[in-house]
């Protein structure tokens, strides 16, 4: 079945760096990525969507030039967390859809824990 | 403002009795479900679907209900193995297209117990 892969799985990193996410689609090609985060005990909250070869659309509230996606191609999808903060830290998630009319919804990668200290 | 909603952050229930998980939405304009299972580590994978043309949808262990009037929907598992236990998000989209937006719960994590 089709696989994202996402690294890191896990990162801490000091306030004022930025840290970079990335998703590849392993054995398909994903033209649209969805990125979500998800605080404790909250929903997954879609942040963005990224299309290769376009500029991705951000959702109400989230800052795109905090969270740079970049998706360069149809096998690649990154989102740079710039200049992040305390408040920053979350689960990151990303997800691609399902290709094929009986395969519903997204293939997700496993999400990145990221820290800042 | 959360459009679906899990309010039972957790759920234990012992081998070969019923799951029961509920998911709340409040957008009427969402006619297809999912749900969507987590194990630590990993990357939430596909479970179960509806559409809002339906009320039922079976797959083995797993059903799915849906009551519009209600905006409710729930997942039973029968019987409950061990291996189900893990977290379960139900999803909700307006329109039944994979590259449709979809608005999560919060989770629930299920723990069957031996």
């Known amino acids: 079945g089709a696989v994202v892969s996402q690294h890191p799985s896990r990162v801490i990193c000091k306030s004022g760096t930025s840290v970079k996410i990335e998703c590849r689609s392993l054995d398909f090609q994903a033209t649209t990525m969805f990125w979500y985060r998800q605080f404790p005990k909250k929903s997954l909250m879609l942040m963005a969507t990224s299309n290769e070869g376009s500029k991705a659309t951000y959702e109400q509230g989230v800052e795109k030039d905090k969270f740079l996606i970049n998706h360069a191609s149809l096998t690649l999808s990154t989102l740079t967390v710039t200049s992040a903060h305390p408040e920053d830290s979350s689960f990151y998630i990303c997800s691609a859809p399902n290709q094929g009319s009986r395969n519903y919804g997204y293939t997700f990668g496993s999400g990145t824990r990221l820290t800042v200290v | 403002d959360q459009q679906v909603k899990q309010n039972s952050p957790s759920l234990s229930v012992q081998e070969g009795r019923i799951s029961i998980l509920n998911c709340d939405y409040t957008n009427s304009m969402f006619d297809y479900f999912l749900w969507y299972k987590k194990y630590p580590a990993e990357g939430p994978t596909f479970l179960i679907s509806?559409?809002?043309?339906?009320d039922k949808n079976e797959d083995g262990r797993f059903t799915v209900f849906l009551n519009k009037s209600a905006k409710h929907l729930s997942l039973h598992i029968v019987p409950s193995q061990p291996g189900d236990s893990a977290v379960y998000f139900c999803a909700a989209s307006v329109g039944k297209s994979n590259f449709n937006k979809f608005y999560f719960g919060s989770g629930t994590k299920l723990n069957v117990k031996p």
């Open positions: 509806i559409s809002s043309i339906k």
